[in-house]
């Protein structure tokens, strides 16, 4: 079945260790979105890309950065984690063009910061 | 700019009754509707999606939505609830300016009573 994957489901990072989470799709969709999600609350975009444009919310923190290497990946680097970015990280994708804002979420990564 | 409301945060049914969710939404453009719904840890997974056809939309586990522009609402509904019907619901609206944002409301947890 095409899919949304996100690894590894659940990681632990110590504050202010780098950490990267990953995702990959194999439905070739040409948009791909990382949402933070807190506990209780909606999610919270930080950025996508478009095929290969990147677009940054103006109120993501510089410590958050994406990479897009390939359609078929997308990876979240956490610079210095902070305790205050412990939560739920979804990634999604979509297939502008065709099915234009029906996103599709992966499993998520529930980051936990000691 | 576009907004959603869900009334309720938290709503208890007895299970084999109605379900009804509420949300209500602001749009200066035609608005692309969708309702998500979140297992504990897991990601949203699309119920359903109003994109200007048929006013009343179907969706799956028996879920529906139906489209009111006078009264910028798209509740959701099912005539019979199910206690795997518990989760988180979000509704989101899309659209504006073509762009990537989709607004998500702040959920609505549903709880389902033996």
């Known amino acids: 079945d095409a899919m949304v994957i996100q690894n590894p489901r659940y990681q632990v990072t110590q504050f202010g260790k780098p950490v990267t989470l990953s995702c990959s799709q194999t439905?070739?969709?040409?948009?791909m979105y990382w949402y933070q999600q807190k506990s209780s609350q909606a999610p919270k975009l930080l950025f996508h890309y478009y095929d290969k444009d990147f677009n940054n919310e103006a109120d993501t923190p510089d410590n958050f950065q994406s990479r897009r290497p390939n359609t078929s990946f997308c990876f979240l680097d956490i610079r210095s984690p902070g305790l205050g970015d412990a939560a739920m990280y979804l990634c999604?994708?979509?297939?502008?063009?065709?099915?234009?804002?029906?996103?599709?979420f992966g499993p998520g990564t529930r980051l936990t910061v000691t | 700019a576009q907004s959603v409301t869900q009334l309720g945060s938290h709503v208890s049914v007895s299970e084999g009754a109605l379900v009804l969710l509420r949300c209500n939404y602001s749009s200066s453009v035609p608005p692309y509707l969708f309702w998500y719904v979140q297992y504990p840890n897991q990601g949203l997974q699309l119920l359903l999606k109003?994109?200007?056809?048929?006013?009343l939309v179907k969706g799956i586990n028996g879920f529906e939505a139906e489209f009111k522009k006078s009264e910028t609402s798209f509740h959701l509904t099912k005539p019979s609830a199910h206690m795997s019907d518990a989760a988180e619901y979000f509704c989101a609206v899309s659209g504006d300016t073509g762009g990537f944002k989709t607004i998500f409301g702040a959920g609505t947890r549903l709880f389902v009573k033996a």
């Open positions: 999604a994708t979509e297939r502008r063009g065709v099915n234009p804002y029906e996103q599709y």
């Open positions: 439905l070739n969709h040409n948009v």
């Open positions: 109003y994109t200007s056809a048929a006013t």
